[in-house]
């Protein structure tokens, strides 16, 4: 049944050209459905048979189906599926080009998620937790790659990019843990979540001045001195602040005018559009790709259309989301990873001592004792998504070599493996604050949890509730992880709900708990009051009437 | 701000391999950028002005902003947004990936939207109508090939694919309309969705036939024989049949394994996967890869999940079908148009001229006066994403030049821009049927509208009623069209709902209404009760009694 097909056999005036489109097309299905089949099963196997985050099972499923291990395997009459690419990508720029969409999709619905006004608001805690862990991974990240041997200076790029990949928390995976542990409006589950978005908008401008800092040293052949390299760090700095200053200011007119296209699903795609034209654009003007995507986002999270953007944008990025972490192991050397195994594994352990020490140091100084320092510093263990697009750039620009690349995976890869249990562990026994701090005791949170006859009805009555909060001017936010959770806030009031299946679960602090009842009460008051209406609706004729007559006929 | 900036800068070993990555992504991200703005402002111009299909304002976007006319201009400091590529198409592989898996999905969903009952069970009009719709646009479109001076003989394969873009109708611009007019359950109505079923499967051993053929002959210096010719014919239909039959055949088993993995978000994009799989493989057979990728959704539309998995890729659907036909007018060679625009109007008028002919003589063959025949001939007009898929394998495998695509392209244009005036027209004026035939008697269509608070939840009951249909074993089918329409049907019973904005319309046979508003009404009942159990939902404390302390404290 497989037999080689000259494709375009009628030769035309491009016969010498670029190779066949049918021949090019096909290699990209192939990949694809292998991508999408392989990362789907690895994901599943993770989550239930290892009870892992997705993430490294559609990880593990790129490395051993990609170009360097079973994908590399000719097929009879075709060749491999993945054949090894000449380039610094061992995969066709053509599947690259999903990665990419899937990496700024990412981006740019983190950004939407993102609530500039806890960065903006007065938050020791948070603001010294997030800066730490950054400060502290990039050094640590940055030292490591000079001890192993990959970089012979702090300042050489490949060092800077290792620091780079330690930098960026994914909370998502914490934030599913402590949901179901009810541990997600405790002091340390306030801390982490207001830290991790300090370290989310850090992470991206430490991207931006190490992408802006290593090109420009790319470019010379004498060492980059620190004036220089301040003077580049400025401008990448400038252009980052000129485009989210643009992108906050322009971002409700724009709002205002995306409306009158009336559909959501008009506007979602425009938005996904705009994200990526200001992706090229940042990438023009020397700063990463995400990092406009990032600012898009960034800028509507404040517009009305914020929460409607983000469900609408859900189901592509679930889509979109395994094809790029598969990718991504793809690009592991399956083989090289044997002779680099021990460096991984060290880079790894740093990057995690780094965020527990990092994290853990700055919590410890502000009220919290020792137990609430090592949760919060474990709670900011997890890499996932940042760390690898930031090694794809270094590898997809020659800064790093795919053995480092390699090398920067693990630390996604461990962080995932070793993050769940030690989070764990370190949420058990008592409270995380110190004696002294009397105010802020541990709070008592209270449980509901509702049983619905469907899940569709679940995810329905859940966006509901969602939808009244953010109309009470709550900062809605959906934690990316395998179960769909989201954590509701205002001020200091925070509430997660869960949706398991047909179950929904609300979880509140008893101090608030009654705001919460009162908009989910009302919220299903209103639906009953609606079906009332529709039930007596008006038709050319009377319908119960009708029904009856219809029985019986 | 935007400068050209050299990315991966650093020299590495494959510093003389192909264009550098950075590169090559901010392009596709700028290009995808560019279509999805376009796409979409286009599309919502041609609805909201011009009162024509999307498709129209999407493919008038393609060609504006393509390689041949604005996308073509230099921007300073980084060069055209379209570079024009040397090879059989003018836009890079990169992006024609992103159109490809477009139309993947899309044949997809569409034999998942197939009911193959009705192709088996006997359906005269509808088969007549079918072939009689087939084999005269394939011949005025062959000849017409050879009339115009592009093809020498009708055997040719320049004359086949010709012939093959005029072959299929895309039936959901005039299922839109006929809902719209409440003539969707008039005998004109259902002998035009019936003869779409026979249309769409045979315009698809159409395309294997003439792929297969054109490819065979390409090899060959010595012109083909027919008995060649039927020995390859023979050859496609052959593995068109044995994919099909293991299809239906494995389906249930695999459905069974598939529903294992519990989320229907990863199985919705496993089957993704497996459409991607056949449609490689079919390529890899000498047949064309949306013929695979149609197998696979008919193999799947008789399970338990058709209706579901149609359901959750919509959201990719929408994402995707813009891009793809707005890539599709790219490859329009704009400044080509001029020299060629009569040969276009007349290849366009031939292959409108040839579905009204070609079905309306079987038609009035089977029971209709001439009015009636008209009328089905007329909603057999429209042509879209199949006429468009062929010519652009038949380019992009340089059996065809880019002239004689823009030529193949001017069916899809004019047919969508002339077809409703002449549906609306059509159907003006009494009954379609002979006297003579007097069971068949035009039967009276009640309707019935719901006016939601929301247009969510008008999304949210429709989908419930759909569901509920489906569990009385009706085949519910989602017409592809601007508006969400679903025709709900079994033996000779046929429904439609439509979702407009808040509004939910129900078109129902006066004779069958009984069963449409006791599924309705139950649907609402079963609604109201659980709310209603929700709202007295036990928790930890009473509800009721904590809200009031809530408020009064």
Known sequence: MIAAVTNGAVAGPFATGPPEVGRVMTEVALQLAVILIAARLGGFIAQSYFRAPSVLGELAAGMLFGPYALGGLPLPGWGPVFPLKGGPLPVSTEL???????????????????????????????????????????????????????????????????????????????????????????????????????????????????VAVTRAKGSQSTPADWKH???????????????????????????????????????????????????????????????????VGLSLSQTDIAYELQERLRPLYDFLIPIFFCVM????????????????????????????????????????????????????????????????????????????????VSLTMLSTLLAPPLIVRAFQGGSGLRVAVEKRKEEEIRSVSLDLPSAELAEFLVSRINRAFRNEEYFVHRLHTDTPTWQIRKEDISFTIIQDDRRVILNMPARYQHIARFIVLEEILNLSEFLESVRKMQSPEDMGAQLLKGVFE
Do not use: Q
């Open 96 to 210: 690259y080009g999903f990665a990419m969409l899937a990496s700024i999709v990412l981006l740019f619905i983190s950004g939407l998620e993102t609530d500039p006004k806890t960065f903006l608001r007065y938050s020791v805690s948070g603001l010294a937790v997030g800066v730490g862990g950054i400060v502290t991974a990039f050094a640590i990240g940055d030292v490591a790659a000079v001890l192993l041997g990959i970089a012979d200076s702090f300042l050489s790029p490949p060092a800077l990019f290792l620091g780079t990949v330690a930098t960026a928390t994914s909370v998502g995976l914490t934030a599913r843990l402590l949901s179901e542990r009810r541990k997600m409006g405790s002091p340390e589950g306030v801390t982490i979540l207001a830290a991790a978005v300090f370290d989310d908008v850090l992470g991206i401008v430490v991207l931006a001045l190490v």
């Open 229 to 295: 390299i301040a003077l580049i760090g400025a401008k990448a700095l400038g252009f980052w602040i000129l485009f989210t200053a643009v992108g906050l200011l322009l971002a409700r007119r724009l709002t205002h005018l995306l409306k009158r296209l009336r559909s959501m699903t008009t506007i979602a795609s425009i938005c996904v559009g705009l994200a990526l034209l200001v992706a090229g654009l940042s990438e023009m003007a020397g700063l990463a790709m995400i990092i406009g995507a990032y600012i």
């Open 329 to 408: 192991g793809m690009l592991v050397n399956f083989f090289a990873v044997k002779s680099v195994l021990l460096a991984a594994v060290f880079y790894g352990l740093a990057g995690i001592g780094a965020k527990i020490v990092g994290c853990g140091i700055p919590a410890w100084f502000t009220g919290f004792n020792l137990r609430g320092a090592v949760r919060i510093g474990t709670g900011m263990i997890p890499r996932a998504e940042v760390a690898l697009i930031v090694a794809g750039i270094g590898l997809s620009s020659n800064i790093i070599s795919p053995e480092v690349f390699g090398i920067a």
